[in-house]
């Protein structure tokens, strides 16, 4: 149940939410709601990938 959420919510966050790797951010130069949406992202996805 907790993987298929995870799954459901990165398919929807890929659908919603920018790209920073497409807009050739630079994480050490990233303000932080940028730095807070990348662990958002990486959150989602290393839960929905276990």
């Not at 939410?17 to 989602?44: C, E, H, I, M, N």
Request: charge should be positive.
């Amino acid at each position: 149940m907790k993987k298929y959420f995870f799954k459901v919510l990165a398919q929807i966050n890929k659908a919603i939410l920018p790209s920073l790797s497409k807009r050739r951010v630079d994480l050490t130069k990233a303000s932080k709601l940028q730095l807070a949406l990348f662990g958002w992202r990486v959150y989602v996805t290393k839960n929905a990938l276990d």
